[in-house]
């Protein structure tokens, strides 16, 4: 019950909402879930992350009758199959399996073709953070997580069956006029799953850009309270306004886009329910909810170097930082240029009907990032990755300002 109080608590501070925003459309449409989705087989790939798992505590409120969670984590495996347990939700008659599986690897492809036919597949896994645009390696894994492992599970998948199945794969708001390469490479993510399912076989493919989850997994928020328990310095860019749901409502939007969307559809929060949030005040309501007073630095020296007496007096260090590191921008947005949102007949819910970019641009993509990556005497760098990538992406405007998000507290 404790921390379930502190879990409202915090997405309260983030969101201003005590409830789902999408409880509604999840309770209107009860019936059409449980019709859509009793009996059915699910296939989760990265469903131990705090998404997929939202997502995964919804479904297992309905009737399916096998729910197979891929993840590379082993330990998040298991906390999700003891949360489950320990909540009561795991029914005796499901096929519930957790596996520590890479889901582009050889070992994931025996799994498929052993498992037989899934009625539904939801794919969580990515590299999602800003962060990744670190360096060359960390750019090319979070391509080949992203785009390339994508491109290649969509053939694996219309490949081992001749039954139709319904695709779900998680986006980014980032992914709308996309100004870093985490937004690009799900941009280029959603022209993948688009363009690449067989639609001979009535493969419906959805997707979902929602705001930043509040208190998820290597969030900033989320560090927020790591860097409570570790008595450091709490970091806020000044002048960024981002938009914020729950985890629970992450776990709803998934579900309605996965199972209920119209092919062709990225689902989005209807923009004048969520509200665009400035990060520095969020930070100072929740150091004084954690029982604290404030204080605020602006040089990262002074804000540790004050750590301990701050917190002897009462009070909590708050450490303003500049937006200037590579690929941010001061707020985030659903609908990209060019795209327009549409009604779908739910309350808080809409949908962008997907674009298509210029033909080949992807196929050309793919190639160009397979070389990147196999070929070890090839220069590469993250200018040649930009270019690539503006040529499915247009509208790319990457950031580069020679900072990265490593070097902030």
């Given at each position: 019950?404790?921390?379930?109080?502190?879990?409202?608590?915090?997405?309260?501070?983030?969101?201003?909402r005590?409830?789902?925003?999408?409880?509604?459309?999840?309770?209107?449409?009860?019936?059409?879930?449980?019709?859509?989705?009793?009996?059915?087989?699910?296939?989760?790939?990265?469903?131990?992350?705090?998404?997929?798992?939202?997502?995964?505590?919804?479904?297992?409120?309905?009737?399916?009758?096998?729910?197979?969670?891929?993840?590379i984590?082993?330990?998040n495996?298991?906390?999700?199959v003891?949360?489950?347990?320990?909540?009561?939700?795991l029914?005796?008659e499901?096929?519930?399996?957790?596996?520590?599986?890479?889901?582009?690897?050889?070992?994931?492809?025996r799994?498929?073709?052993?498992?037989?036919s899934?009625?539904?597949?939801?794919?969580?896994a990515?590299?999602?953070?800003?962060?990744?645009?670190?360096?060359?390696?960390?750019?090319?894994?979070?391509?080949?997580?992203?785009?390339?492992?994508?491109?290649?599970?969509?053939?694996?998948?219309?490949?081992?069956?001749?039954k139709?199945?319904?695709?779900?794969?998680?986006?980014?708001?980032?992914?709308?006029?996309?100004?870093?390469l985490?937004?690009?490479?799900k941009?280029?993510?959603?022209?993948?799953?688009?363009?690449?399912?067989?639609?001979?076989i009535?493969?419906?493919v959805?997707?979902?850009?929602?705001?930043n989850?509040?208190?998820?997994?290597?969030?900033?928020?989320?560090?927020?309270?790591k860097?409570i328990?570790?008595?450091?310095?709490?970091?806020?860019?000044?002048?960024?306004?981002?938009?914020?749901?729950?985890l629970?409502?992450?776990?709803?939007?998934?579900?309605?886009?996965?199972?209920?969307?119209?092919?062709?559809?990225?689902?989005?929060?209807?923009?004048?329910?969520?509200?665009l949030?400035?990060?520095?005040?969020?930070?100072?309501?929740?150091?004084?909810?954690?029982?604290?007073?404030?204080?605020?630095?602006?040089?990262?020296?002074?804000?540790?170097a004050s750590?301990?007496?701050?917190?002897s007096?009462g009070?909590?260090?708050?450490?303003?930082?500049?937006?200037?590191?590579?690929?941010?921008?001061?707020?985030?947005?659903?609908?990209?240029?060019?795209?327009?949102?549409?009604?779908?007949?739910?309350?808080?819910?809409?949908?962008?009907?997907?674009?298509?970019?210029?033909?080949?641009?992807?196929?050309a993509?793919?190639?160009?990032a397979?070389?990147?990556?196999a070929?070890?005497?090839?220069?590469?760098?993250?200018?040649?990755?930009?270019?690539?990538?503006?040529?499915?992406?247009?509208?790319?405007r990457?950031?580069?300002t020679?900072?990265?998000?490593?070097?902030?507290?």
């Amino acid at each position: 019950m404790k921390n379930n109080l502190l879990s409202n608590t915090l997405s309260y501070i983030a969101t201003g909402r005590n409830d789902s925003l999408f409880k509604y459309d999840i309770d209107s449409n009860e019936n059409n879930l449980h019709a859509k989705i009793d009996g059915k087989r699910f296939l989760v790939i990265g469903g131990a992350g705090s998404i997929g798992s939202s997502t995964i505590r919804t479904l297992v409120q309905y009737s399916a009758s096998a729910i197979h969670v891929v993840d590379i984590s082993e330990n998040n495996l298991a906390e999700l199959v003891r949360d489950l347990r320990g909540s009561n939700l795991l029914a005796n008659e499901l096929d519930f399996r957790a596996l520590p599986i890479d889901y582009g690897s050889e070992v994931f492809h025996r799994f498929l073709l052993d498992q037989g036919s899934y009625d539904f597949i939801f794919n969580f896994a990515a590299i999602k953070h800003v962060r990744s645009e670190k360096d060359i390696y960390s750019v090319l894994q979070m391509i080949d997580t992203n785009v390339i492992k994508q491109a290649r599970l969509l053939k694996w998948l219309q490949n081992s069956t001749q039954k139709a199945f319904r695709y779900f794969s998680v986006s980014t708001d980032k992914a709308a006029n996309p100004v870093n390469l985490m937004g690009a490479s799900k941009r280029i993510m959603e022209h993948v799953m688009f363009c690449g399912a067989n639609k001979s076989i009535g493969v419906s493919v959805t997707s979902a850009r929602f705001a930043n989850v509040a208190f998820s997994d290597g969030s900033l928020l989320h560090g927020w309270l790591k860097r409570i328990e570790k008595k450091q310095p709490i970091p806020v860019p000044v002048d960024t306004r981002r938009f914020f749901v729950s985890l629970e409502e992450a776990g709803h939007i998934c579900l309605l886009s996965g199972v209920l969307g119209q092919t062709g559809h990225i689902m989005i929060p209807r923009l004048s329910a969520v509200e665009l949030k400035e990060l520095a005040p969020i930070a100072r309501e929740f150091i004084i909810s954690r029982g604290y007073k404030l204080r605020e630095y602006s040089e990262e020296g002074c804000a540790l170097a004050s750590m301990a007496n701050d917190v002897s007096e009462g009070f909590y260090p708050l450490l303003l930082t500049p937006l200037d590191t590579s690929g941010e921008k001061p707020f985030e947005e659903f609908v990209g240029q060019g795209e327009h949102a549409i009604e779908i007949g739910m309350k808080e819910i809409l949908a962008i009907e997907y674009l298509p970019p210029e033909n080949g641009s992807v196929e050309a993509f793919i190639c160009d990032a397979e070389a990147f990556i196999a070929s070890v005497e090839q220069d590469v760098s993250k200018t040649k990755i930009v270019e690539s990538m503006a040529r499915v992406i247009p509208q790319l405007r990457h950031v580069e300002t020679g900072k990265c998000l490593d070097e902030r507290l």
